[in-house]
């Protein structure tokens, strides 16, 4: 039989395509005979026109069965083979519309070439096509892999009252449903089109037929079930099918073609051309002239010319065989995305939350936080950013990706459509800066070529891409900003986004900003501590640790680890910092004395204990670390503790000094007596008591003398170091036991303590709350006081509540004996708090001083 040759259209009708007719057989294996004819779109009376379009895939470019069309031979592909054999009627022949045979695809019998002039006419028709058809039916392939059964049960699942089934609806037939799911018209491009203008759909697999809506519903209810985020944007289309308008062949899509590729340009196609030019009837734009179908240039021309229609004004370099197109624009990286959910209800429609960084604040008033993109090629991620790209009418979402951006999705939409006007005023108005270069990657994929690494750099993935040194040190910094932006947004939120933080470190390729980023960390979390903006403290531990983790793992070895250490071992430790760089940087972590002093003078004993878990070995403990582990304020449990086990892990000779001994005796702890004790024992007999260790013991004013000075001046035994500056220390202690203390020494020094003019000025100048109590215990132990005009001018100087307490108690043992100087009156009218009091006590003691017949002041002796 000879083979079947096409008759060229008519020229002069637009409209015009072929249509066929399946004639009937009542034998199932009876060859499939076809009539092709021409048949004008344009003709009817506004109704639906009673032909159906098929829509299917055709699975492989090879050929292997033959129909018969209009008395010639006519090669099919198998799949389409199959579909007719259902299809066939046993009565009445069938109006059909389908690609292989009323599109001449191919006259390579003839001359070798398609019949390019054809398709190119042939393809903006197929909008009308589908929109006209009196029914589409989409043919899933034969019965293989119980197909036929996994399509009855989804039209089970359609028909529950409740929309559930009492079973795990993936339990009996998930097998099936998910091995139909996979099939190949899923992922072809040209399938969104067909089903996207269409108004009645059926879903035929093997001799199983359903109607679209029941296909939709069941679908929706296989869920969870994540081959279903896959689907979402092709089962939307289906399931939006009974609500379209009737076609109007003026009425544009919804969609510009940049937002209809970001949704679908992972479909796959026979031929590249075909991923934009299959999207062109859904498209509200496919009108201008560069997006006429242009089967004669090579791809990479046709890639450049419609990426720069979908971004104007942009530098579009496309090479042969290369999958992305390299865009240089300007655009506003205005925040990054918090949180996403992708949404079942419709079909993978992605709910995006955007952060706003402190740059774009000012647009919180009029933009919307909340975006959704109906669909999306690749499913957003929190850390992925939002950009506002010049010439674009609503913001794109970016991904950082090395040393570049790769663009995700042209077109963000609102959540709430009432923000579109605000959208619009802004642009009106000018508010929006476009100052910074973006380099970007647009990727619509080569079916024939592997997927791209994501982690790859802009010259890894475009060779010859046209990169200057300064181009690329301009990329780092930006990306070095964005980084800095998110970090600031990050550690500002209430809210976790550890997600978002880890994204973003993985996906950079510069470490330019590691430092800053520690910088920024010490800056914001060490103040933030200490206020009350996350009331509880273990929920803000967590937060901080989620922003730390991550900035360890993916920093490399870039991290400042000293600083960082120092950091997490001060009054924050015990937020598991020292832990998380322990879990990353085990080896190589710098344990100096300037960490050790930096653990010491936490208040809990999560880190020193982590360290001596970590670091076995001898650890660097010098004087310095000892002095601050003994002063050290937490509760006397975990202070005690932390300094046994630097002593442990001193060494031999752990540096016991003065200077340790002092700060211990001198220490504001609960118990410091322990820490005395604990420090004895590991002195090995050289425990150092000197006259400034019993002077700290003196003057602390927080402890009680029973608990230190009592048990030093014990240990000394004989001739305790009781010096005048200790005793002054004692009188001048402004804390409640000011008394307490001078009596202590004197139980052991007697009428040796040494009781000078200075140690009774430091007692009148007492400014604490016992202050008077330390000048009371000197007379008590001492009537026959010297009371110079010196201690006369300290009490007279004294700001302390106390103070006129104190001037009472010299009144009432100098009565008579004190003379009131010049020098004392001017030093109570100097008094900072009670210039008045005190100077109206001392002019009425000088009055009364007069009557006794001494008019003048007069120095005291």
């Known amino acids: 039989m000879d083979l079947f040759v096409y008759s060229a259209l008519p020229e002069e009708h637009l409209y015009m395509t072929r249509m066929v007719h399946l004639l009937p057989d009542t034998d199932r294996n009876a060859p499939i005979e076809c009539k092709l004819f021409n048949y004008d779109l344009s003709v009817g009376d506004g109704r639906s026109h009673i032909y159906e379009a098929l829509s299917y895939c055709w699975e492989s470019g090879d050929k292997p069965k033959s129909i018969i069309l209009n008395g010639y031979k006519f090669s099919v592909t198998e799949n389409l083979f199959s579909a007719l054999q259902h299809l066939r009627d046993r009565q009445l022949p069938r109006t059909l519309w389908i690609d292989a045979i009323c599109i001449n695809q191919a006259d390579s019998e003839s001359d070798g070439k398609s019949d390019v002039n054809e398709k190119t006419k042939q393809i903006p028709l197929m909008r009308q096509i589908y929109a006209q058809a009196g029914r589409v039916i989409v043919w899933l392939g034969d019965d293989r892999g119980d197909g036929g059964e996994a399509l009855r049960w989804i039209n089970h699942l359609a028909g529950l009252e409740d929309g559930h089934s009492k079973k795990n609806p993936m339990a009996e037939h998930g097998l099936a449903c998910s091995n139909l799911l996979q099939r190949g018209w899923f992922r072809r491009v040209w399938v969104l089109q067909e089903v996207g203008v269409a108004r009645y759909i059926d879903v035929l697999c093997g001799s199983t037929q359903i109607s679209a809506h029941a296909f939709a519903e069941g679908l929706a209810r296989l869920f969870p079930q994540p081959l279903l985020s896959r689907l979402g944007p092709v089962t939307h289309l289906i399931k939006g099918a009974p609500y379209r308008p009737k076609f109007d062949i003026a009425s544009p899509g919804i969609f510009s073609l940049g937002e209809l590729l970001g949704m679908y340009r992972s479909y796959r196609a026979t031929l590249q051309h075909d991923k934009i030019y299959a999207l062109l009837g859904l498209s509200a734009d496919a009108s201008a002239d560069v997006l006429k179908p242009n089967y004669n240039a090579p791809w990479h021309t046709v890639f450049r010319e419609i990426t720069s229609h979908i971004f104007p004004g942009s530098f579009v370099q496309t090479w042969e065989g290369r999958a992305s197109a390299v865009v240089k624009t300007k655009g506003w990286i205005m925040g990054h995305v918090g949180h996403v959910t992708s949404s079942m209800q419709f079909f993978g429609q992605q709910d ?510």
């Open 352 to 861: 995006i939350t955007c952060h706003f960084h402190k740059s774009a604040f000012s647009l919180r008033e009029t933009w919307p936080s909340d975006w959704m993109l109906p669909a999306c090629a690749e499913l957003v991620h929190e850390g992925d950013l939002i950009c506002h790209l010049q010439g674009q009418s609503r913001p794109s979402i970016l991904r950082l990706c090395n040393d570049h951006f790769s663009l995700l999705s042209p077109s963000l939409w609102p959540r709430s459509m009432g923000h579109i006007q605000n959208l619009s005023h802004t642009f009106d108005q000018g508010q929006l800066d476009y100052g910074r270069d973006i380099t970007l990657t647009w990727n619509i994929p080569m079916d024939k070529l592997a997927a791209t690494p994501k982690e790859l750099k802009l010259k890894q993935i475009t060779p010859e891409v046209e990169d200057s040194l300064n181009e690329i040190e301009l990329r780092l910094e930006i990306i070095a900003q964005v980084m800095l932006n998110v970090a600031t947004q990050v550690l500002d939120s209430k809210t976790s986004q550890v997600k978002a933080w880890e994204n973003i470190l993985k996906q950079r390729g510069t470490d330019v900003s590691v430092s800053e980023i520690y910088e920024l960390a010490f800056r914001v979390i060490k103040p933030d501590l200490r206020t009350d903006r996350v009331s509880d403290e273990k929920s803000k531990g967590i937060l901080y640790r989620e922003f730390i983790d991550p900035l360890l793992k993916y920093s490399g070895e870039s991290a400042p680890d000293v600083e960082m250490l120092r950091w997490a071992c001060q009054d924050y430790g015990w937020y598991g910092v020292l832990d998380l760089l322990f879990k990353h940087r085990a080896e190589s972590l710098p344990i100096t004395e300037e960490v050790l002093k930096a653990v010491a003078q936490n208040q809990s004993t999560f880190n020193v204990k982590a360290l001596s878990e970590h670091r076995r070995e001898r650890l660097p403990v010098s004087e310095e670390v000892l002095k601050l582990a003994a002063d050290n304020r937490g509760t006397w449990t975990d202070a005690l503790e932390a300094l046994e086990i630097f002593l442990q892990r001193a060494g031999e000779n752990p540096p016991i000094s003065e200077e340790v001994v002092k700060a211990a005796a001198g220490a504001r702890v609960f118990s410091p007596l322990k820490v005395l004790k604990v420090l004895l024992q590991y002195a090995g007999g050289k425990f150092p008591i000197s006259e400034e260790v019993v002077k700290a013991a003196a003057e602390n004013p927080a402890i009680p003398p029973y608990w230190v000075l009592e048990p030093l001046l014990q240990h000394v035994g004989e001739n305790p170091p009781i010096s005048e500056e200790v005793v002054k220390a004692a009188a001048g202690n402004p804390g409640y036991f000011a008394g307490s203390v001078l009596e202590v020494l004197f139980q052991h020094a007697g009428e040796n303590l040494l009781i000078s003019e200075e140690v009774v000025k430091a007692a009148a100048g007492n400014t604490g709350d016992y202050g008077h109590e330390a000048l009371e215990t000197l007379f008590r132990h001492r009537e026959s006081l010297a009371i110079s005009e010196e201690v006369f001018k300290a009490a007279a100087g004294n700001d302390g509540d106390q103070s006129m307490q104190i001037m009472q108690i010299l009144k009432m043992h100098r009565q008579d004996s004190a003379v009131i100087s010049q020098a004392v009156l001017e030093a109570a009218s100097e008094n900072p708090r009670y210039a008045s009091e005190m100077s109206s006590f001392l002019n009425s003691w000088h009055s009364e001083q007069s009557n006794t017949g001494d008019n003048s002041p007069k120095k005291c002796d």
